[in-house]
């Protein structure tokens, strides 16, 4: 007499005869067959008892794939019974399961728990195909009936919240929202991501598995911006501890993976490799999700929002990630580089050392150079000239725009970062000079940001502060920004200089264009334009009026700084003297203040060598000649 369980096993069966055969067992002492490993554990093998017995029960998308599982590992085929727990999974499987999207997802989602044994009954690779093989159709049908019906509304049997979102694209989190400025990047193509209804069902797999999924999506032509979308949303699920949205949040996410490693692994193994720290354990999966979704990137360029990348590379910097990841992530960034802020480009460093920056500046400038490289590249291949007026296509224009939006970025970056006080003047420097300086319309900004650099750098050596002031061009400075660097006592004494400079010269100008009415045309003073003069009447007075008052306020101006020049001189011949007295007592050259000395003669415009040129030309006229006079 057989038992049913013996009847419908083969292996159950083989494993008893054995004990039979060997004849080891007696009544006090019985044979026990052991299964260590069994696929679903002791509530599948439940439901296999049931089943052998003809007790019902129910078979659903959470079990089928255990059970399917279990009855291979225990080689329960219709050989051995007829209709057996294989042909009813089978049956199941192909007539409820495999034809719809969500309950596939699922089935595969519970292979996680019996892998190797699934992969054994080629249910994954089943499962993977049917996934991207409906929701490549699903996509076809959709494009196909919005052509058909001029994209109208499409009658789907889907409930209302899946045909909304396959309608209409829907990000994942407000933190990863397209960004606000809904322009172009520049000579790119702008395509937005969608997140379709079943980027929220794959988000459920294990990393290894969705790789998979996504890989066969890949394959079999699911469109590139549905692609991003389930990476975005898969993202937002496994790493959403990362972004700060609650412990509560945090605790279920880890707990997933932590649980899977557990199951894959016997506890001794986890011991050996990881010891009892689970933030280390949960680190080391994270990092390892984090990599394979970045190596998942699609390679559209501009496909994702700026603000994900972002995102990505902090994680990747936290969980220090391979090298090669956060390259590819900065390279991403920099390609549209025209839609990030300030606020964007303020990544921490990591707190290693307390000596370092706050902020990671080598990064910012890696990002820059890529962009500065990309457009460089673009430039070279549209052979466009900036300065061309004629641009059917608005290439030129866009190119133009895109640049000075990043300049103007970096600039507030500079501004940001400037009070850092670990923040070295080379670096700060080295960003600057990334920019260039022909899409500067003005120098204001970059002023300001030098201005806190050196307020939050006093001990700076004066080679440190020509090195970070030299970028500065005096000439696209506001009257404001000469009038406060005039008087600003951090900045060097050339760059005083400069800007004195350049201010009497803006000043020549205005005299010289408002010093003659009498010219035809109009002239420009501070922004503002006067018509030409009319010779009759209270107009031409009261033009005169303003241009006196005008004069009178530009003179002052002058004597001003003619006043602070002196004052500068005088600042610098004493400095020179005291140099001069420390030379002298520890035998040191004074040639580095003399040049200096000379240099500065040279740009000082209010010097008085003119003065004695014209006194030495006059020494060097032939006295006059004398004529002898007679008296006739």
Known sequence: MQFPLMKKSLRIRRLVGEELNEGNFTMSSPAVIEFTNFPGGPETFELLIKFCYGINFEMTTLNVANLRCAAEFLEMIDEHGEENIITHTETFLSEIVFRSLDKTVEVLHSCEHVLSMAEEVKLVNRCIDVIASKIYHEQ???????????????PWNYNSTHLRELQSAILPTPNWNQDEDSTPVPHTINRRVKVDWWAEKLSLLRIDLYQRVFTAMKASGVRAESLAGSLMKYAESSLKHLHGQGNQGASVMMSAPFTTAIRLKTKHHLDINFGHNHKTIQQHEQRNVLETIISLLPTENNLFPISFLLSLLRDAIA?????????????????QLERVTANDLLIP??????????????????????????????????????NSDSDENGISLNYQKGIRKVTEVIVQYLAEIAADANLRAAKFAAIAEKLPSHFRAMDDGLYRAIDIFLKAHPYLTDVEKRKVCKLLDCQKLSREACFHAAQNERLPVEMLVKVLYCEQMRIRNALVEDE??????SYNYGGYSLNKISNTGSPR?????????KNKFLKEEVAKLQLRVAELEKENTELKLGEMKTIVASGNSVRFFSSVSRRLGRMNPFSSKHKDAAKQRDHCLPPPRQRRHSVS
């Open 349 to 386: 460093t990591l707190p290693s050392d307390t000596d370092d920056a706050m902020y990671d500046v080598d990064l910012v400038q890696r990002v820059l150079v890529n962009y500065l490289q990309q457009d460089e590249n673009f430039k070279n291949e549209h052979n466009f000239s900036l």
């Open 516 to 521: 003659s009415p009498h010219q035809e045309g």
């Open 140 to 154: 076809q049908k959709l494009s196909n009936r919005l052509q058909a019906e001029g994209n109208h509304s499409i």
């Open 541 to 549: 007075m009261d033009t005169l009026s303003r241009l006196r008052q």
């Open 319 to 335: 969980l220090d990630t391979t090298v090669a990841c956060q390259l590819d992530l900065e390279r991403r960034i920099g390609l």
